[in-house]
């Protein structure tokens, strides 16, 4: 096979394999990219819940940080056990709010970037940070609670 055939080769399968799996072609990421996307959508609503509910008799700074944190501990058992099939461990329980925040501190760099020195509006500014930070959160969190990483 001539060079020039092996490199048209190789770049069929990388193109074949991104139009398969997207943004991850492997498919075991993408099917845990996927189950991550539910479990950010059951989390998200469950904190807003817990939210809701402690907002009922306590301030709303202290309603949403309990919210929030415990939104963080739920996420960490949905993604443990549903997510990546791991076993929960004290270790990787600990080292989980790293993920937010990295997550927090991603978000609030682009935002700036976007608005203040590229001149976007901040709700095109904000989706766009969504569309940037779940896949680097996703990467993140696999990192730190996939033992085969």
Request: proline fraction near 4%; glycine fraction near 6%; hydrophobic fraction near 55%.
């Amino acid at each position: 096979m001539k060079p020039e055939e092996n490199l048209n080769t190789e770049a069929q399968r990388s193109q074949s394999a991104a139009e398969k799996g997207g943004i991850f072609p492997n498919s075991e990421i993408h099917t845990e990219f996927l189950r991550f996307l539910l479990v950010g959508g059951l989390q998200t609503a469950l904190s807003y819940g817990i939210f809701l509910l402690l907002h009922l008799f306590l301030p709303y700074a202290i309603a949403y940080s309990i919210a929030y944190g415990c939104g963080i501990i739920i996420s960490y058992f949905l993604n443990v056990l549903f997510v990546f099939r791991e076993k929960v461990s004290l270790a990787s329980f600990l080292r989980f709010p790293l993920v937010y925040l990295v997550q927090y501190l991603l978000g609030l760099a682009l935002l700036w970037l976007f608005i203040d020195r590229l001149g976007l509006a901040p709700a095109l500014a904000m989706l766009s940070v969504i569309a940037i930070t779940v896949p680097v959160t996703f990467l993140a969190s696999r990192f730190l609670l996939k033992k085969s990483c």
